[in-house]
């Protein structure tokens, strides 16, 4: 799955070869789904798992050959390309993926749309670049008729979804890192591990302590990449950011950002550089912090305020970035 552009997060961890008298920090780190991925682990087990590296690979591939639209026989992939508008069986996870986007589609009033596929490859963000054409008013409108989650059900009992539009293309690429991480707590949970950090493509989890005793540190950069932001400690809670300054095209002055609106069928345009959520579900804070990036610094902050969400603004004021968050966002910082 290519990477979707997000916001940069710098990840401050203790070095691997800090131990303490019975905890050590294990490392592990891979590409998946078009980005990387970095994984610290804290345990007394001096072996964790003879094969923990090849497992951990085995299910960011599962996710990536469920939910990506840059393989062409991904379940996601063979849904898409099909014309047909009857019932589609597939695994339960994509079936539970796709529900829960619907239901945080209608949460945002759509701002969070997995139908917008169509229009993201209409703007070039898409497995099919179109050296940065942009679209005739004409192109945008036909689509948008075509899309919303009200063209989509999803049939648990049977695992089965199904188009009501035959030409609908859906893109999970803003929850799907998130999902991805989740899997990968999942699993550690499993093995009675409960202090790690996992980090895909900027998507974050965490669970217990590092290897200091201490909540995890991350480190959240400003969009000019010339300084640290902010830090933040985060222990048990997960961490998404979404930012329209690391994919985009300029044309004639104007910046197309990635992050398209499908309630206009456009990118955003407002001022909001990035939007940093905090959740107990990395798949959540993953989708949500694309809703608010596409809501704007306004209604996002309203949005969130009303959910009563953790959420970190960086907004853009002329030639500066101004910082705006949520009350509940506070707790979190140790450094700014």
């Known amino acids: 799955m290519k990477k979707i552009s997000i916001f940069f997060i710098i990840i401050f961890l203790s070095s691997c070869t800090t131990v303490k008298k019975k905890n050590e920090d294990f490392s592990f780190a891979g590409t998946t789904m078009g980005t990387t991925y970095s994984i610290k682990i804290v345990t007394d087990k001096v072996n964790i798992s003879d094969n923990l590296d090849e497992n951990i690979d085995s299910i960011l591939v599962e996710v990536n050959q469920q939910m990506s639209t840059y393989i062409p026989n991904s379940e996601l992939s063979i849904f898409n390309s099909s014309l047909d508008t009857n019932w589609f069986t597939t695994s339960k996870e994509l079936v539970q993926l796709f529900n829960e986007s619907i239901e945080i ?29 942009i679209p005739s008013e004409e192109e945008i409108t036909n689509l948008r008729k075509n899309i919303g989650v009200d063209k989509l059900q999803v049939d648990f009992e049977n695992l089965g979804i199904k188009k009501l539009n035959p030409t609908l293309y859906c893109d999970l690429s803003a929850i799907a890192k998130g999902y991805g991480v989740d899997k990968l707590a999942e699993y550690f949970t499993t093995l009675n591990i409960n202090n790690f950090m996992i980090e895909v493509g900027g998507e974050i989890r965490t669970a217990g302590k590092n290897v200091k005793g201490e909540d995890w540190r991350i480190g959240i950069s400003s969009p000019n990449n010339s300084n640290l932001q902010s830090i933040i400690g985060l222990s048990n809670s997960s961490m998404a950011t979404s930012g329209d300054y690391l994919n985009y095209f300029e044309q004639d002055g104007i910046r197309y950002s990635h992050t398209i609106d499908s309630r206009t069928g456009k990118p955003i345009t407002h001022k909001l550089a990035s939007v940093t959520v905090v959740h107990s579900d990395c798949r959540y804070a993953d989708a949500i912090a694309t809703a608010i990036n596409v809501m704007g610094p306004t209604d996002g902050y309203n949005f969130a305020l ?6 970190f603004m960086i907004v853009r004021e002329e030639n500066n970035f101004v910082e705006k968050m949520t009350p509940q966002f506070s707790k979190f910082i140790i450094q700014k």
């Open 105 to 133: 589609s209608k949460l945002t009033d759509n701002a969070f749309d997995i139908t917008v596929g169509n229009l993201v490859n209409l703007w070039g963000f898409g497995p099919s670049e179109n050296e940065n054409i």
């Open 306 to 311: 009303k959910e009563k969400l953790p959420i």
